[in-house]
């Protein structure tokens, strides 16, 4: 890609950006939130047109001009939001457009069959009859894999696949890429998480506010080097250091039974006052389904709360709201976000009712507060009035954070808080936590990275199989011991290491 421009009302999205991937070369793309990375990809592979620049295929020019020619070109993305449809089968979201025939009719059983072989090919293990609603984010992904492997790609284009999967699903991914990189495919490897790209790229290159910054050979260059280049300036921690002041017990669970997808089974969790309590397990473990029954959002069989020692019922989320509770979700574009209406509207959702006098919205008021949160979280939107579905993916998830922050919650329950959120505005984020945890108010962090746990939880329930199968002080621990309860043993002591590595800690 030579020359690329793209502007957005607004926004200069790119500027004379140049960009190569070679044959059989993972070539990871780096930069903050909206630096424009993945609309030079949606440029690629046409779903966007560039304003100006050229783009070659192995020398020869092409005119990428819609999705179909992309395809036709062999180069295929999987994009950063999920574009499934979740109620269809796997299947059927796999060949979705160009289904298998027996004359003019759909052979469905072929293309469940053409489906199963990809997916054996790939080593991934999902029934292909399954709906797609019904899975879990993270084997979604791998459906989105598949789809895109499904059109022959010669290059493929990867915009975030970690920020969902857990180390284990991250090394398969890996295995999956390794395969394809075999094949000669070229792929494009987008991802915030810095140790990631050293273990399975060869080259990074970086844009910063839509402007190319440069190309490096990742062995020759520190991961902190490239840091100072994504963000323009040096960070010398990960984590905001920081002494909580921790008060009385604000929260109590207690026997809470529920059957959902799985079986959940909890005795008693109680979180204090300023206290940030992380909640840790593998992927599927029962951590989101969970605190979604704690939030009143799913059914549960027996379920005993108390806030400030005082029995409440949560029955719905509107009562878990009434009682100060707040939960950013983990998947902003099925339920985070109404991702067809603006920032303003969105950071407001939850709050309306504050906003209202005698039935009427105070607009005045709600574009004030709008503004006031794009502000404290350094959102990049060119205003209040874009449409949500128009902001760069780690911008949506600040939208996420605001619409609740805004809530006055006392009681925030974060889903993955920092998934897809640059280095530099995830260190503003922890602060944002340390200054909400000064004012009193509970955060229970749900979270997959375990340097994040680590860094920011003063407490951890590490959950396994939908029970809580230990608690441990985060400065007492390690991530080793972690690791052991998420993987369902009881202690650290004489068991073999379980399979699953842990993130690496820098
Ligand atoms: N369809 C659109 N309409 C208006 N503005 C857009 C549109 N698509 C992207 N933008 C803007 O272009 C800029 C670049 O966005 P892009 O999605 O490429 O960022 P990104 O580097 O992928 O960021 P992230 O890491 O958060 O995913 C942002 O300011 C974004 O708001
Ligand atoms: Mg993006």
Redesign the pocket.
């Known amino acids: 890609m030579e020359g690329i421009c793209k502007s ?2 607004g ?1 200069k ?1 790119l500027d004379n950006v140049s960009f190569s991937v070679n044959k059989g070369e993972v070539h990871g793309l780096v ?10 990809m949606k440029i690629m592979t046409g779903v966007y047109r560039a304003d100006a620049g050229e783009i070659y295929i192995e020398g020869k020019k092409v005119n990428i001009d819609s999705v179909a020619k992309a395809h036709e070109l062999g180069i295929s993305i999987i994009f ?1 939001e999920m574009t499934l449809c979740r109620h269809m089968t796997v299947a059927d979201n796999i060949f979705i457009g160009r289904p298998a025939k027996k004359g003019p009719l759909i052979d469905d059983r072929q293309m469940h069959r053409d489906a199963k072989k990809i997916l054996d090919d790939l080593g991934i293990d999902i029934n292909t009859y399954t709906m797609v609603g019904k899975l879990s984010v993270a084997k979604q992904q791998m459906v989105e894999i598949a789809k895109a492997i499904s059109y022959n790609a010669r290059i493929l284009v990867l ?2 696949p970690s920020a969902t999967l857990t180390e284990r699903e991250i090394q398969q991914l890996f295995g999956i890429i390794r395969n394809l990189q075999k094949k000669g495919v070229g792929m494009v490897y ?1 991802s ?1 998480r810095m140790e990631e790209l050293s273990q399975i790229c060869e080259r990074a290159s970086v ?1 910063r506010d ?1 402007q190319y910054i440069g190309t490096r050979n990742l062995k020759e260059i520190t991961m902190d080097q490239l840091v100072n280049m994504i963000v323009g300036r040096s960070l010398e921690d990960k984590y905001p250091k920081y002494e909580r002041k921790i008060g009385d017990v604000v929260l109590e669970v207690r026997n809470l039974k529920a059957f959902n997808r799985l079986p959940l089974n909890v005795d008693y969790f109680c979180v204090r006052k300023g206290e940030i309590l992380g909640i840790s397990g593998l992927v599927g473990a029962g951590r989101t389904e969970i605190m979604r029954c704690v939030f009143g959002a799913d059914k549960v069989q027996t379920m005993e709360v108390r806030i400030d020692g005082k029995p409440v019922k949560i029955h719905s989320p509107i009562q878990a709201i009434d009682n100060g509770f707040a939960y950013a979700t983990e998947d902003r574009k099925y339920d985070g976000l109404a991702q067809g209406l603006d920032v303003e509207y969105n950071t407001n959702m939850a709050h309306l009712r504050q906003l209202t006098k005698l039935g009427f919205i105070n607009d005045r008021e709600g574009a004030r507060n709008a503004e006031k949160y794009r502000e404290m979280l350094r959102t ?3 205003s209040i009035r ?1 449409l949500v579905y ?6 949506q998830q600040k939208i996420v954070l605001s619409k609740w922050l805004c809530n006055n919650a006392r009681i925030l329950i974060v889903d993955e808080p920092t998934r ?1 959120i ?1 280095v530099g505005a995830k260190f503003e984020i922890y602060q944002l936590f340390n200054r909400l945890s000064d004012h009193g108010v509970v955060i229970i962090m749900i979270s997959s990275e375990l340097p994040e746990i680590l860094g920011m939880s003063d407490r951890v329930l590490v959950i396994h199989d939908g029970s809580i199968n230990g608690e441990l002080e985060t400065k007492k621990t390690s991530q080793e011991e972690l690791l052991y309860l998420a993987a369902g043993y009881n202690k650290l002591e004489g068991k073999a290491a379980p399979v699953i590595s842990s993130r690496s800690v820098s």
């Open positions: 957005f009302p926004v999205a930069g903050e939130n909206g630096a424009g990375k993945s609309t030079l950063q915009d975030e987008i915030h844009i839509g990049k939107t060119p874009q128009n902001l760069s993916g780690g911008n897809g640059d």
